[in-house]
């Protein structure tokens, strides 16, 4: 076999373009050096590296050797074909090719990426076989492998026989803590890191992000400050984290910061988390900043197709239907996170029949429905449209998950439909906390308050603890079933058996629980025992049912808290002055008339004023 020629190895060396390397490679095919073991392998990584895959892939099976398959899955790596990588190393193991420390951590990347466990198993013994083992950054990847397929056991041993770490050693095994549900051991192992390895900006990022997953967006405040140079991770990881307390107006501050220093661009993930903010707050102008300013920092359809969902449910959420059907327009109708966005909008702004139509469109055009269509579609449609997607979900078998199954029980507890609710709850075969909260509370609404309190001790012993929806939910029940004493039961063991302590919604109901069954000075004693200022729906609560009741008495005294709080509001003096008219006490209830008057108020319409002469 002839050497390849010198003048060969240079131009080979040199060449950097797939127009260079067309013609050298017909150059070196009229000489006999055309089967040279390095010029197949060297033209095999130019061709990989200039994307013409076909005469890379057609060299390397002429050749097969680890440096024309590394240059194989480098491409496909470098383009995110995850399945490709792992196609290309069964085919390196069935061509007798053994891998190396270049080859294991793509491949173990793609098993991350596609979440599959079994096969990085089985790449994790050829890593043993092969004596990769002790290689830093093939440990690295058999660690983040293992972590993001949910296995923290086996990412720690990993992580726990290494004998030398990195920083992304240090990294990965927090990151992992984190993305698994463990952020108080990712920041343990910080604690340990420190005295090892000096971290770097994505341990502070990662630490950060530990602590918003914990709630404590201080601490992630307090790392942030310690960051030399943030970059845009960082800032995203802090807005993302307050936006998940729900204090949206620190995020927007944090945003308005972010821009105003100006070392940084925002990415479309910051102006999406930043843009959910606006509209949980409801703040259309900033929103309407945020849309310019992504429009003219990145082209249109880079923004709409990241975020395009967040701009168009704030525009729909504030009442700006025109302006959301703009952004959809601009956005991908192929993708079935855009007709989501849509419909999820539209559901929000209270105009359901806009989201079905939506919906049939959606439909018409062959765009597959997911789980989140159909959680989002199901509370506005009717018994006949919620039973064919229940009959949809079934027949195609779902892989949607509880929010689906949980819509289907909610649409079925509002169109009136208990037993086929219960049916569904039954027969699933995972149950989160809303399943349960959603089925007590069908229960409630239908006024079968004993079976909801049933169920709530169910849910107790199924292991899901109840949180303050629960009891609202049970309360509700209570208050609907004339379940008093079950009820100021259950409202004493939220704080005593569960440590919650009650919000203002739980004071309403047992009000309204009391009120209910004419117990009006229990409730108003009830009332006058609250640890926080009643407001207008405890007060209105007592004040409909002393109507009702006509109780004189304690009518007066509800319809003159309202008065205080509310005192251009008409409806509270009607009614008072329609109980003082039914209990005979005209003159009273003239001078509620006066008052009216006094105050410029006009009696609404539906409402009147008996016997006293209107």
């Known amino acids: 076999m002839r050497t390849l020629p010198h003048s060969f190895t240079s131009l080979l060396q040199s060449c950097k373009t797939l127009k260079q ?7 070196i095919l009229l000489t006999a050096s055309h089967h040279n073991p390095f010029f197949i392998t060297k033209l095999t990584q130019i061709y990989a590296d200039c994307d013409d895959l076909r005469s890379a892939l057609a060299l390397t099976l002429l050749r097969p050797n680890v440096f024309a398959f590394t240059a194989i899955l480098y491409f496909h790596s470098r383009h995110a074909h995850a ?75 990993v992580f726990g026989e290494m004998p030398q770490r990195d920083v992304f050693s240090w990294n990965s095994v927090m990151s992992g803590y984190v993305c698994n549900g463990l952020p108080d051991r990712a920041v343990e192992v910080f604690g340990v890191m420190k005295e090892e390895c000096q971290p770097d900006v994505v341990t502070w990022n990662t630490l950060m992000d530990a602590y918003c997953k914990m709630g404590l ?26 936006g998940s307390v729900g204090r949206h107006g620190v995020c927007l501050e944090i945003f308005r910061e972010m821009v105003s220093v100006g070392r940084v661009l925002p990415d479309v993930d910051a102006l999406s988390c930043v843009l959910v903010s606006c509209r949980f707050l409801g703040d259309l102008a900033s929103g309407r900043e945020i849309h310019g300013y992504g429009l003219k920092i990145m082209c249109g359809d880079v923004f709409y197709r990241s975020a395009g969902a967040a701009l168009l449910t704030l525009y729909a959420g504030c009442g700006r239907v025109d302006r959301a059907y703009s952004v959809f327009r601009g956005m991908d109708k192929g993708d079935v996170v855009t007709w989501n966005a849509m419909i999820f909008g539209l559901v929000d702004a209270g105009l359901g029949h806009l989201a079905l139509e939506c919906f049939r469109e959606m439909q018409g055009r062959g765009v597959e429905i997911d789980g989140t269509t159909v959680s989002t579609i ?22 949607c998950g509880v929010p689906v199954f949980n819509a289907l029980v909610h649409m079925y507890s509002i169109r009136g439909c208990i037993v086929y609710a219960h049916s569904v709850f039954s027969m699933m075969e995972n149950k989160d906390l809303v399943s349960w909260n959603t089925i007590i509370g069908g229960y409630g609404t239908h006024g079968l308050g004993q079976t909801a309190l049933k169920l709530l001790q169910e849910m107790s012993g199924s292991g899901i603890r109840p949180d303050l929806v629960t009891f609202s939910c049970a309360l509700s029940a209570c208050s609907h079933s004339g379940l008093v004493d079950e009820g100021i039961e259950l409202f004493y063991r939220m704080t005593q058996d569960f440590g919650l302590i009650p919000v203002r919604e739980h004071f309403s109901c047992v009000v309204d629980m009391l009120a209910r069954a004419g117990r009006l000075e229990d409730a108003f004693d009830f009332i006058n025992q609250m640890p926080q200022e009643p407001d207008k729906h405890v007060w209105g609560a007592l004040l409909a049912a002393c109507q009702e009741h006509q109780n004189v008495s304690v009518g007066k005294l509800a319809a003159e808290k309202l008065i205080s709080l509310e005192p251009r509001e008409a409806g509270h003096y ?31 319409s539906g409402l009147s004023l008996v016997g006293t002469g209107s």
């Open 83 to 157: 399945h490709q990588c792992i196609l290309t190393y069964a085919r390196l193991r069935q061509n007798a090719v053994v891998p190396d420390n270049y080859v294991f951590p793509k491949v173990l990347k793609a098993c991350a990426k596609l979440s599959l466990f079994v096969t990085g198993t089985v790449i994790h013994k050829d890593v043993v076989a092969f004596g990769s083992e002790s290689n830093v950054h093939v440990r690295n990847s058999l660690l983040g492998m293992y972590a993001k397929c949910g296995d923290m056991a086996s990412a720690e041993r």
């Open 21 to 27: 390397a067309k013609k050298l490679h017909a150059l």
């Open 378 to 399: 199901l509370p506005v449609c009717d018994l006949r449209r919620g039973k064919q997607l229940h009959a949809y979900v079934s027949k195609w078998n779902f892989s």
């Open 574 to 604: 009607v009614t008072l002055s329609n109980i003082y008219s039914r209990a005979g006490r005209w003159d009273d209830a003239a001078r509620v008339r006066k008052m009216m008057d006094g105050h410029g108020l006009l009696k609404p």
């Open 217 to 242: 967006c201080c601490e992630a405040a307090r790392v942030f400050g310690e960051i030399e140079v943030p970059n845009v991770i960082s800032w995203t990881i802090l807005i993302s984290g307050y």
